[in-house]
């Protein structure tokens, strides 16, 4: 089954992994702006970083026939750094006509300090004043409730803000339902310790449905596996779910969210693969099938 996975991020891993993950039927990814490992010293680290999201990335995902999207910000875990998050916020407009960026992210907070929430909205900002989609991050354990609902109330507090131009990642079986519930896009991230097994993201999906969710690796500089998305998809499949549901979590879903960005182009035929295998052009299901929400 093709899928996509929409947020992992490439740059903290290896070559073999692109390889390995088009031999599973990944055909395209998305990339949000993050941490690199450390805290980077001056907004000039940054300029080099949206250049290789945006110039360099597409290439090495592109010899193994996938497609690379990417998103830009200052992320949260350096958010509290006000004057370099402004400097780097300046950075930012610059790049958002490269073809492959969606939008602003990911954007949200980190330990849920003033000051994460002072350039959380200053991004917020200058998403909706360059018409851009925004993908947010959500803290890790015991922060994650209250910084979902702190996030949900700063995004409610902003007439601008079309919850549907929104994806709100990292949902878990406690705060998955209060983003869906105020109408915007969710992600669960496949991840070993801090967020979703594939079990609980099937879990999750068989308590709230396949409208407005989908499912990510992260793959980022913890352990983590970029393989994942295909390990929900078995999952899936193992609990009896139809090829028409699992497609529409890991590759309708995602597609239909990115369609949203103005610079969007559809495709007519994505990149061969290695070994020359054609994928035709995406049409969207009419049809799902219909998932029992248990009570």
């Known amino acids: 089954m093709y899928y996509i ?17 088009a031999q599973c039927g990944c ?26 999201l945006t110039e360099i990335e597409p290439k090495r995902a592109a010899q193994f026939g996938i497609r690379h999207y990417s998103w830009l910000c200052i992320n949260a ?31 949200g907070l980190n330990k849920n300090t003033p000051n994460e929430a002072t350039i959380f909205q200053e991004h917020v900002d200058l998403a909706v004043k360059t018409d851009e989609l925004m993908l947010i991050h959500t803290p890790h354990l015991e922060d994650k409730y209250k910084g979902t609902r702190m996030i949900i109330d700063m995004l409610e507090g902003d007439s601008r803000v079309h919850p549907e131009r929104v ?13 869906l519930d105020a109408g915007f896009w969710c992600g669960m991230t496949l991840y070993p310790i801090t967020k979703c097994t594939p079990q609980r993201a099937a879990d999750i999906i068989e308590m709230v449905g396949t409208e407005r969710i ?14 994942n998305v295909p390990e929900f998809i078995q999952e899936m499949k193992r609990r009896g779910h139809g090829e028409q549901v699992i ?14 960005c103005r610079r969007w182009q559809e495709w007519d035929a994505k990149p061969e693969s290695p070994k020359g295998a054609k994928i035709t052009r995406h049409r969207e299901s009419r049809k799902t099938d219909a998932i029992e929400k248990s009570a």
């Open 167 to 179: 994806l709100i990642d990292h949902v878990e079986e406690h705060t998955v339902r209060l983003a």
């Open 5 to 21: 996975d929409p947020h992992i991020h490439m740059i903290s891993r290896i070559t073999d992994d692109y390889e390995r993950m």
């Open 77 to 107: 875990k350096e958010a509290e750094n006000v004057e370099l998050s402004r400097q780097v916020i300046a950075l930012i407009p610059e790049y958002l006509q490269q073809p492959n960026v969606l939008g602003i992210g990911e954007i």
């Open 247 to 260: 497609r529409r979590l890991v590759y309708d879903n995602p597609l239909s969210f990115f369609r949203q």
């Open 214 to 227: 989908m499912a990510n690796s992260a793959g980022d500089w913890g352990k983590s596996n970029p393989l």
């Open 27 to 52: 055909v395209a990814v998305s990339e949000p702006a993050f941490w690199a490992g450390f805290d980077r010293g001056s907004a000039e680290g940054f300029r080099d970083y949206f250049r290789h």
